[in-house]
């Protein structure tokens, strides 16, 4: 069974930085896409960053030059480093994997939450 597990959230001022991670079942990451998505209140989940298997990484522009992705494949962890977080920064932050190309599904962690204060 595939399990996510998110860390790291928290409360932050505008401008200070957080780290998430996301702590996969090892035998996914090297094999599945992995990202972050998140939540702000009141409104629908939007993709944040993607990593592929082979390493191509997207980011949305709202995040681009402030958030980093990236994965150890050998601890099956998958992070999202943060700087100059913003109040619309604020969301449940989730870790995903979408390992549909090898037959299995699209999975979703349990969420952390970041609030960044003004």
């Known amino acids: 069974q595939v399990q996510l597990v998110e860390s790291g959230g928290g409360s932050v001022q505008a401008g200070g930085s957080l780290k998430l991670s996301c702590a996969a079942s090892?035998?996914?990451?090297?094999?599945?896409?992995m990202g972050w998505y998140r939540q702000p209140p009141g409104n629908e989940r939007e993709l944040v960053s993607t990593i592929s298997s082979d390493g191509i990484i997207r980011y949305a522009d709202s995040v681009k030059g402030r958030f980093t992705i990236s994965r150890d494949v050998a601890k099956g962890t998958l992070f999202l480093q943060m700087y100059s977080l913003k109040t619309e920064d604020t969301a449940v932050y989730y870790c995903?994997?979408?390992?549909?190309?090898?037959?299995?599904?699209?999975?979703w962690g349990q969420g952390t939450q970041v609030t960044v204060s003004s």
């Open positions: 995903a994997a979408d390992c549909r190309v090898t037959g299995w599904n699209f999975y």
């Open positions: 090892a035998y996914i990451v090297p094999v599945c896409g």
